[in-house]
């Protein structure tokens, strides 16, 4: 029996690496699966992959940044499965820029995709959830959101903002047995992890290896399973140690 088995989980990014990664993952542990995006035939094609009998996955289109589209897609994951227990949220738009020279509305670009889209999603399916008894809500968010870097303002502001959101989140539904945790990666690839080699590198000891998007997934199902339920509002940072370096 899996470990998700019957659970149904909404997942977002899906046309990422990492958004695949965790759909099959949590279908492989038995979950019924809602995958939300923009982009339907992306989904369409995910969805074919992972379950062909299409019998335990699902897919809408959403704006993230309209509320009744948000309340829509928890309306559909309990009209298709019944119930809604898990919430994946992984949005995550970049755009290099200098703090005094970016523009107002790429501020709000950014902030709105990477720290209000969690946040607007997570309040959607939170009747559904006080209904089903509880449930968890994984942010993936990035370790930009601890670490200062140049020309990323930002990004880092966002995913700092995304992080203290779901630990106030956190705190305010721990009552309704509603678990909401962080995931920071470092970088990811699809391809084999590699050691960071670059001339400003940190020691030997410190170096933290690339991640696939497999690391990320594994860490969602243990962040969502029973076996974390004594967790809550924790960020993990799994980015191989780069997190410790002053040269991340």
Same mark, same amino acid.
């Given at each position: 029996?899996?470990?998700?088995?019957?659970?149904?989980?909404?997942?977002?990014?899906?046309?990422?690496?990492?958004?695949?990664?965790?759909?099959?993952?949590?279908?492989?542990?038995?979950?019924?699966?809602?995958?939300?995006?923009?982009?339907?035939?992306?989904?369409?094609?995910?969805?074919?992959?992972?379950?062909?009998?299409?019998?335990?996955?699902?897919?809408?289109?959403?704006?993230?940044?309209?509320?009744?589209?948000?309340?829509?897609?928890?309306?559909?994951?309990?009209? %298709?499965?019944?119930?809604?227990?898990?919430?994946?949220? %992984?949005?995550?738009?970049?755009?290099?820029?200098?703090?005094?020279?970016?523009?107002?509305?790429?501020?709000?670009?950014?902030?709105?995709?990477?720290?209000?889209?969690?946040?607007?999603?997570?309040?959607?399916?939170?009747?559904?959830?006080?209904?089903?008894?509880?449930?968890?809500?994984?942010?993936?968010?990035?370790?930009?959101?601890?670490?200062?870097?140049?020309?990323?303002?930002?990004?880092?502001?966002?995913?700092?903002?995304?992080?203290?959101?779901?630990?106030?989140?956190?705190?305010?539904?721990?009552?309704?047995?509603?678990?909401?945790?962080?995931?920071?990666?470092?970088?990811?690839?699809?391809?084999?992890?590699?050691?960071?080699?670059?001339?400003?590198?940190?020691?030997?000891?410190?170096?933290?290896?690339?991640?696939?998007?497999?690391?990320?997934?594994?860490?969602?199902?243990?962040?969502?399973?029973?076996?974390?339920?004594?967790?809550?509002?924790?960020?993990?940072?799994?980015?191989?140690?780069?997190?410790?370096?002053?040269?991340?």
């Amino acid at each position: 029996m899996g470990q998700i088995e019957k659970k149904t989980a909404v997942i977002t990014g899906a046309g990422s690496e990492i958004g695949r990664e965790i759909a099959r993952r949590f279908f492989d542990e038995g979950a019924n699966i809602l995958l939300a995006g923009a982009d339907d035939g992306a989904l369409k094609e995910m969805c074919a992959q992972i379950d062909p009998g299409g019998n335990r996955i699902f897919y809408m289109t959403f704006d993230f940044r309209k509320d009744d589209d948000c309340r829509e897609l928890a309306r559909f994951a309990v009209a %298709h499965t019944g119930r809604i227990d898990i919430l994946v949220n %992984h949005f995550d738009y970049k755009q290099p820029g200098r703090l005094d020279e970016v523009q107002m509305d790429l501020w709000n670009e950014i902030l709105g995709t990477n720290a209000l889209a969690p946040w607007r999603l997570g309040v959607a399916v939170l009747p559904e959830m006080r209904k089903a008894g509880g449930g968890a809500i994984v942010n993936i968010s990035s370790i930009a959101g601890e670490t200062a870097f140049a020309g990323m303002g930002l990004y880092c502001t966002s995913h700092a903002a995304l992080q203290m959101l779901s630990k106030v989140m956190a705190k305010e539904l721990s009552s309704d047995n509603i678990r909401i945790n962080l995931i920071c990666p470092a970088i990811v690839t699809d391809s084999e992890p590699q050691v960071s080699e670059t001339n400003d590198a940190p020691p030997p000891e410190l170096r933290g290896k690339s991640g696939n998007p497999r690391d990320v997934a594994d860490a969602a199902l243990f962040l969502v399973s029973d076996r974390s339920e004594w967790l809550t509002g924790i960020t993990l940072n799994l980015d191989g140690g780069r997190h410790l370096s002053p040269n991340p």
